[in-house]
């Protein structure tokens, strides 16, 4: 999972940044751009722009976000997320292993069109990507 810093290196859609029961994504309210970095979230005062974030996010997403500040002065970083220094051992990892798998709360139907949706492009893109080649050669 990202630990937040100064949010210049993690993607808000394609990294996992914010905590719940397991390190996640955030879930979008909006389209998505995924080139947008949590920096581009924070004020230039180095608070969270709470604007852009009730229009991007849903309000779990945005109380969670909130819960932590943005650190300017510090780079953002990997941390294992389940233990307490973020550095991986031996008894985390066991306990990861050992837990059950929890299904996480269905999604909004909006957010399940838009997953099925997402799904559907990547599969187009690929195919005309190997249609390409193979027109290529």
């Not at 994504?25 to 604007?51: A, C, E, F, H, I």
């Not at 031996?90 to 050992?98: D, H, I, Q, Y």
């Not at 799904?119 to 290529?136: D, E, L, P, V």
Request: glycine share 4%; proline share 4%.
């Amino acid at each position: 999972m990202k630990s937040m810093g100064d949010g210049t290196s993690t993607r808000v859609w394609l990294d996992k940044w914010v905590m719940d029961t397991e390190p996640r994504r955030p879930m979008n309210k909006t389209s998505m751009n995924l080139r947008l970095l949590v920096s581009d979230l924070v004020t230039d005062q180095g608070s969270w722009d709470l604007m852009k974030l009730n229009e991007m996010f849903l309000r779990v997403d945005v109380d969670r976000i909130m819960s932590y500040q943005p650190k300017k002065n510090y780079k953002d970083e990997w941390i294992w997320a389940y233990s307490k220094d973020g550095k991986y051992n031996v008894k985390s990892g066991s306990w990861l292993v050992s837990k059950p798998i929890v299904y996480q709360e269905p999604l909004p139907a909006e957010t399940r069109h838009l997953n099925r949706l997402k799904s559907k492009i990547r599969a187009h893109g690929m195919q005309a990507i190997q249609t390409y080649q193979i027109c290529k050669n």
